[in-house]
């Protein structure tokens, strides 16, 4: 489904000799700079009635006229009274608290019980969206917080926010192996080269820094805390087994189950009974896109994930006894 677009302007004195994509970026701010990039290329944008180029240099004074096609939700979303857990909102943003279990977008068998018909079903206006507002996702049973653009203008402000990484977002994990201390992962990452549904460190990836210290360790598990620079698909699932510590209860990058020796009973039932990645993101702060005025949230660990340490905690504490 799309909307069409009207818009016309003049180029202003601070605009003079930028580029045109960089020009209307700051003449229409409802709209990201490749969103206009994109109807630049289509032949959607006219400077003083020609066709231009999104590299071309503007003047004061030049005219611009816009008629393009916006896309919006996909015409099959529909709107599904389901609960939420909303840790805040306003007039331009909504920050949510996402349970394990969830899909964020409908996809191929996923149609309905997802978080976007949830969404709709809360604030219909999210229709007008792109993606229903949602500018990053958590994977299915990955749990905590996302945040979700209400209006076009905070949208723009978001997802350039993501890219030029001053979002921040911290993840609590707990991964198999001891480390000895917090690093860096540095690593580019891209499709499977034969697994397509599956991410991996790949040279032709595109560039990825996950950032992790140690919270606490246990006989044969850690419990970090990673820190994204940026966003990739998966990132700190892949990273953390490329590194050897992939993520406890991981059914797609964790592995051939290995049970450590000398557990209890009780820690290993725990971790056989752990049947997702044992991933939350539980801080989330950025730039409100009104005010300016920076603002986050923090969320706890799910219950499961807090039962999952204790356990590990308790039978380390047996094995200092």
């Known amino acids: 489904m799309a909307e069409i677009i009207k818009l016309d302007g003049i180029i202003p004195e601070e605009s003079d000799g930028l580029r045109l994509d960089q020009a209307l970026a700051n003449l229409f701010p409802d709209f990201s700079r490749g969103q206009l990039s994109k109807w630049i290329k289509a032949g959607d944008v ?133 480390f000895t201390a917090g690093g860096t992962v540095d690593e580019p990452i891209g499709r ?3 697994d397509r549904k599956r991410m991996a460190v790949s040279e032709s990836g595109k560039p990825s820094v996950t950032h992790y210290r140690v919270e606490q360790r246990f006989r044969a598990h850690t419990h970090v805390r990673c820190k994204l620079e940026t966003g990739r698909t998966h990132q700190i699932r892949v990273h953390m087994a490329y590194i050897r510590h992939p993520l406890v209860g991981d059914p797609v990058y964790g592995g051939r189950f290995k049970m450590p020796k000398g557990l209890s009973d009780s820690t ?37 994930m807090q039962q999952l340490i204790a356990i590990l905690a308790q039978d380390a504490q047996q094995l200092e006894e």
């Open 46 to 178: 006219l400077l003083n009635d020609e066709k231009p180029k999104p590299r071309d240099k503007v003047r004061e004074g030049d005219s611009v006229v816009i008629n393009a096609e916006l896309q919006i939700q996909d015409e099959h979303w529909q709107a599904e009274k389901i609960d939420l857990d909303i840790v805040y909102e306003d007039d331009d943003v909504l920050i949510l608290n996402k349970p394990a279990g969830m899909v964020v977008h409908p996809g191929a068998g996923n149609h309905q019980g997802t978080l976007v018909n949830a969404l709709l079903a809360h604030a219909p206006g999210l229709v007008h969206i792109p993606r229903a507002g949602i500018v990053h996702r958590l994977d299915k049973n990955t749990t905590g917080l996302l945040m979700v653009a209400k209006t076009l203008q905070a949208h723009n402000s978001l997802i350039s926010q993501l890219q030029e990484r001053t979002v921040q977002r911290e993840y609590q994990a707990v991964v198999t192996g001891v």
């Open 192 to 194: 499977h080269h034969i």
């Open 268 to 304: 290993r039932e725990a971790l056989v009974g752990f049947r997702r990645q044992a991933l939350h993101a539980g801080l989330l702060g950025f730039d409100h896109p009104s005010t300016g005025e920076f603002v986050s949230w923090q969320v706890p660990m799910p219950d499961d």
